[in-house]
């Protein structure tokens, strides 16, 4: 059909350049047209946010926006021409009331440009009747008539410690960190927006995490007992902070209760891609027989054992072997970076499903609960997972998965097409 279509579109051409009269323009060449003019134009591909109080009366939102299809030199003025930007302050996800709400333009007042992508900084008014509430922000492709959303719950109260305080690289900096993680020996700085004389306090937890349990499983786990408290560091706000040991840190005002704490990863360079043969065993969990990894655990090599593992599931066909490495170590990668808090992405339930499974189709969320829901190619229905936020003493963003024994209808055949090659990225 594609080289009809495409013989089609030229035999047009061919004639109408002949004939010294109106071009007639296909229906075919139109759609044609439209798709190249839709890959060519910038569009978003993904926004992260957080937020800090300024005072009583605002507060201060910061995204990442990232951009694809843009070239380096682009305008302000052009991508104005592309996108409106519009926010609002809903009292809660699904509701189309208005507590507040604004436009934007891509201006240097709003956006800056930092390599690829753009970091925009806008203030928000904080409101003093309501405790909880989502910012949404929306990008509208004028011309498609088409929109991004992004949605950010903030709590007004300001109960958590990072609702006034976050990471920044240096001192001086007036954009903060936005990975859920720092390099073990690398400065930064906890600081809120306006100068502080609060006290803040570091504690450390060994991390003895452990990956999440199959979806079919009916075990429960204590997220307390995969961590070990080993001390506590006193830090002052502003100033820089170096942490020599690897863990789970928990900012805090109050380390023997740290209901308030933001929990966060200290790790070795190579996170998130990690490159340790000992480390890259542990992920292979999710698509290993209990036999496997009884053998992976035993063997001491573990270059040797990694190895071994891959060329035992792809049958002695090397190329395979080499292609599923990249593939699988590749989606460990992502979920550390979409889902890492206080312990690495790969090991939270949504990293689990993420893993195997890839991206959702779609997701449908509220403040309590996510959904992430797979098209099936074969027919209409859906895959559905579940994920209800749980709060523990390290965060309030940790979602657990609603397990089912049904899920092993979909989820090894899923974990087959792993050992076989026949994932698609």
Known sequence: ?????????????????????????????????????????????????????????????????????????????????????????????????????????????????????????????????????????????????????????????????????????????????????????EEFVVKPINSSQEKLFLKRYSNLSLPALSPMSASKRDPMSEFASEEVIEIVPGEPVSLKQKGVYVLTQNPDNHQDGYGFLVVGDRFPRDTEAQSLKEPLVYMSTPKEIEELKNNENAKEALDLYFLNVAKG????????????????????????????????????????????????????????????NSNNSEIIFTFYRKTNAFTDQNFELVRYPEYSSFWYPFVEAWRTGNVVE
């Open 1 to 185: 059909m594609r080289f009809s279509l495409y013989f089609l579109f030229i035999l047009l051409t061919s004639i109408a350049c002949k004939v010294q009269q109106k071009k007639p323009v296909s229906k075919e060449s139109a759609v044609l047209d439209r798709a190249k003019a839709r890959e060519s134009k910038p569009v978003v591909s993904s926004i992260n946010g957080k937020y800090n109080f300024v005072d009583s009366t605002n507060a201060r939102v910061f995204m990442v926006v990232e951009l694809a299809n843009v070239a380096d030199d682009i305008t302000f003025e052009k991508l104005n021409k592309v996108f409106r930007i519009q926010w609002s302050i809903l009292p809660e996800y699904g509701t189309k009331e208005k507590l507040k709400s604004g436009k934007l333009e891509f201006s240097d007042e709003v956006f800056k440009k930092v390599g690829k992508n753009y970091q925009l900084t806008l203030d928000v008014p904080r409101l003093k009747t309501v405790e909880s509430a989502v910012m949404v922000l929306d990008f509208i492709d004028i011309e498609a008539a088409t929109k991004y959303t992004f949605d950010l719950p903030i709590d007004f109260y300001a109960k958590k410690v990072d609702t006034r305080f976050l990471v920044y690289d240096k001192k001086d900096d007036t954009f903060p960190k936005f990975i859920p993680y720092v390099y073990e020996g």
């Open 317 to 376: 066909n090397q190329a395979l072997a080499k292609q599923l490495v990249k593939t699988y170590y590749k989606r460990v990668a992502e979920a550390n970076k979409l889902f890492s808090t206080y312990k690495e992405g790969w090991k939270t339930d949504k990293g689990m499903v993420f893993v195997i499974m890839g991206p959702p189709s779609r997701v449908q969320r509220n403040r309590q609960r996510e959904v992430w829901l797979y098209a099936q």
